[in-house]
Structures are given as C-alpha cells and as structure tokens.
Antibody, heavy 118, light 110 residues
C-alpha cells in the first residue's frame, strides 16, 4: 500500500523558514517523480514543485521560485521542501504527492499545515 | 502559469448525470493528453479519479468518465449518488513541464 506521510508544518513568522518532510512507503520511491501541492484555507489546489527521479531536475511555480527548494533522499525514501522568506500567502496545507506520470498526481499524503503569521 | 478555468459550482439530483468543464490553452490542456481529475471531500486529501483524459485508476467507479475537445476537458459523472458530493479539480501537464490545476468545482447532490 502506497503511503505518504508529511511532517514539519507549524506556525512561523513572515520572513522565516520551515522545512517540510515526506516519508514514503509501499512503492519504489527512487523510480518516481515527486511533488508538493498546497491548498490555502478555503481555496483550491496549487501545484508548488516537482522533482525528477534522481533529483537532477526541479520545477517550481513562479510564486515560490528562489524561495523554496525541493529535494529528495532516495536512500531514506524521503521528499523535502525547504521554504525560506515565507510570506502570509504561503499559509496552506502542503501535500506530498507521487507524480505518477505527466499531469498525474496519483497518490497523496494527508497534508501538513503551514501558517505564516505577521 | 494561469489556473485552468472550471465552473465554481454544479448540481444535480440523484441518478442524474452532470458534466464539469476545464478550459485551458494550447500550452496545457489542448497540447497534451495529460489531463487528470481529482475528487476532494471536506478535510480530506484529493483522490485521483481520471488520468490521461479518460482513464480510470483501479477502484474508481465507471460512473466517472473524462473527455477532451480542443482546449477544454470534461468530467462526466453519471448516476449521481450522495457520496459524489465533493469538490472536483482538473489538472494538466504544461509545455514548461510544470503542472497546473483548475480552480475547482463544488458539486452539490440535491
């Protein structure tokens, strides 16, 4: 059974940093691209970033470029999102997702809440 | 990276069929057969319902189907049931190898 478990969310001040983690199990982690998707309170889904197998290529939504970094540790079957220079508009539930193929997030974690407060 | 356009809400009675549209551009929906649909119940994680325009993952009811014409994709739910009431999102691969979601549609089963 595919399982994705996020951690690391919490309350942080504007301008601060936070590192999210996602522990994967039930599939060959190294064989899949992985993603972060967020959802602001009461709003829709927004794709944030994804990382290629092996970590050689990363892609980001424009609003987080230069502030967020996605990375992975295939040995630990873990995905990370380093978030710097946080803004109030980054407040959201952040989901870890398996990027099954182009255009498809086929498995999702339960999410971790990040609250950026001034 | 503009969001795909979906209607804010749709509704239908039990047993009826409804369709939700998802409009993009030639750089996303129109350019690739990589459109997916997700169902999200309140407080829950999204669930993949359709991928590659018209394919269902194992375990998803055949009451859910997808299609695409030009820059617009559609999700059709037939034989509406109370448990279908949820938010639905489309997504598409883009020409810059990113992913874009639609704004979401709230389905109400009357």
């Amino acid at each position: 059974e595919v399982q994705l478990v996020e951690s690391g969310g919490g309350l942080v001040q504007v301008g601060g940093s936070l590192r999210l983690s996602c522990a994967a199990s039930g599939f060959t982690f190294s064989g899949y691209w992985m993603s972060w998707v967020r959802q602001a309170p009461g709003k829709g889904l927004e794709w944030v970033a994804h990382i290629k197998t092996g970590g050689s290529e990363n892609y980001y939504v424009d609003s987080v470029k230069g502030r967020f970094t996605i990375s992975r540790d295939d040995g630990k079957k873990s995905l990370f999102l380093q978030m710097n220079s946080l803004r109030a508009e980054d407040t959201a539930v952040y989901y870890c997702a398996r990027y099954g193929n182009w255009g498809r997030e086929d498995y999702w974690g339960q999410g971790t809440l990040v609250t950026v407060s001034s | 990276q503009s969001a795909l356009t979906q209607p804010a809400s749709v509704s239908g009675s039990p047993g009826q069929s409804i369709a939700i549209s998802c409009t993009g551009t030639s750089s996303d929906v129109g350019g690739y057969n990589y459109v997916s649909w997700y169902q999200q119940h309140p407080g829950k994680a999204p669930k993949l319902m359709i991928y590659d325009v018209n394919n269902r993952p194992s375990g998803v009811s055949n009451r859910f189907s997808g299609s695409k014409s030009g820059n617009t994709a559609s999700l059709t739910i037939s034989g509406l049931q109370a448990e279908d009431e949820a938010d639905y999102y489309c997504s598409s691969h883009t020409s810059t190898n990113t992913l874009v979601f639609g704004g979401g549609t709230k389905l109400t089963v009357l």
